[in-house]
């Protein structure tokens, strides 16, 4: 059998192979943002808006990556974020990725909407993991969800505050993307030029929202009706009291994920968070937002050196992550460069998306005279990189 993986030197390139195996609906839902897609271009061209500055003639003999988030600790500082119903992607799903995770020597952060139940992910990998909730309207479902997670393991958790309701991706709606996915007239065609996603999705039990299967009621036509039961799960009132109420009562490691003021920052700190990811959901969500790269500094200057601070949005290089972390940042974390992999290459290509951004980023530590993370600070960015021309 040839490699799938063949010829793949970099994120780029897992994203065309990826693309050219999923059947176009799919893609669509995995790749496109929100409105105009300002927020989902912008995420990685602002990367493009500082330089590095290396430092010459550092002894870099020694490199060392090894860092610690949410209490855990990681070889290099690089997590995956959390995405829904991964088994889209490929038949292996969260369980591919979580195997990923220990094989890549970093941490996985297991969504609420999973296709996987959260307590087998738990129990594939000895990957530290970290557990992703989303404040529903049920608020008996909102405790069985951490006291599941603290009892399956999982090491922190992780409450997305951008998600109060679903983002407008046109071109998914234009794909005739339906969860989970229903063949119609329209997309047959697509679907068919794709045989092996179809081969693989008809020949596996048949998947859901493992963590909530048991809520989703058959509608009147007798089929569980997904669709129209996320509409109603999420949380509207969402506020600072639900999540200083879920702070509490996990006790342990809590990041707050959507950040993206200098104020909320603040106050998330204040409400006894010890962790935030400054993202924009991917571009999935508002759109014309900041990049995340843009937020560092200004985040960092607002809640002191002791917060663990994670950058989420449009890495794709190892130059990405050296430039977030001289501005402040822990580390970063990625979602649709280890969704390629997996769609290409299944839990190997994961892995392989993960090992090119971690050898790209110890190369260019190495070339920027920085070989440990304690030596990469603000003087290694110039920022605005100034105009010439
Ligand atoms: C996501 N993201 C996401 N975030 C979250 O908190 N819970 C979730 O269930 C999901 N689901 C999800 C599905 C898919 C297909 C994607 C692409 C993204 C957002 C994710 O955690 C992360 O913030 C972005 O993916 C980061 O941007 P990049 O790395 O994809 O550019």
Redesign the pocket.
């Known amino acids: 059998m040839t490699d799938p993986l063949k010829g793949c030197l970099n994120i780029a390139d897992l994203h065309r192979r990826a693309r050219s195996r999923l059947p176009f609906p799919i893609y669509q ?3 496109r943002g929100a409105d105009d897609e300002y927020s ?1 271009r912008n ?2 061209s602002a990367f493009e808006h500082y330089q590095l500055q290396p430092r010459a003639l550092a002894d870099v003999s020694q490199l060392d990556t090894r860092t610690r988030v949410f209490g855990c600790d990681i070889d290099w500082p690089l997590i995956m ?6 088994k ?2 490929h038949p292996d799903g969260e369980l591919a990725a979580v195997r990923a995770a220990a094989r890549a020597g970093t941490l996985y ?1 297991a ?4 296709s996987v139940d959260l307590e087998s992910i738990a129990a594939a990998s000895p990957a530290p993991k970290m557990f ?1 909730v ?1 404040v529903v309207t049920d608020q008996q479902l909102n405790d069985q969800l951490i006291e599941r997670a603290r009892a399956a393991g999982y090491t922190a958790m ?1 409450l ?1 505050v ?2 109060v309701v679903g983002g407008n991706r046109e071109e998914v709606a234009r794909a005739g993307m339906n969860i989970p996915p229903k063949l119609s007239p329209k997309s047959a065609l697509q679907f068919a030029a794709r045989p092996r996603w179809v081969w693989n999705y008809l020949s596996r039990p048949k998947w859901d929202l493992a963590n909530l299967s048991d809520r989703i009621r058959p509608g009147k036509d007798g089929k569980r009706d997904m669709a129209s039961y996320l509409g109603g799960l999420l949380e509207r009132r969402l506020n600072w009291a639900h999540a200083e109420r879920m702070i509490r009562q996990w006790g342990g490691p809590f990041a707050i ?2 950040i993206m003021s200098a104020a909320d920052a603040r106050r998330a700190v204040e409400m006894g968070a010890s962790a935030l ?1 400054i ?6 969500q508002l759109d014309s937002t900041p990049a995340p790269i843009e937020l560092v500094a200004e985040i960092r200057a607002a809640v002191g050196p002791k917060i663990d601070i994670i950058v ?5 290089r190892g130059t990405h992550i050296l430039k977030a972390l001289a501005m402040g940042a822990s580390a970063c ?5 280890y ?1 390629y992999g997996l769609a290409a290459g299944g839990e190997d290509g994961a892995v392989r998306a993960l090992q090119m951004l971690r050898s790209e980023l110890e190369r260019n530590m190495i070339l920027a005279g920085c070989p440990r993370l304690s030596e990469i600070g603000p003087d290694l960015v110039r920022n605005p990189a100034p105009r010439w021309d």
Do not use: W
Not at 111 to 114: E, P, R
Not at 279 to 284: C, D, L, P, Q
């Open positions: 839902y995995l790749e989902l995420n990685t974020a959390p995405t829904g119903m991964t889209l992607f952060c969504s609420t909407f999973s992703q989303y992780c997305t951008d998600t994920k959507g990811f993202s924009n959901h991917g571009g999935r989420d949005g449009g890495i794709r974390s990625v979602g649709r460069p969704l």
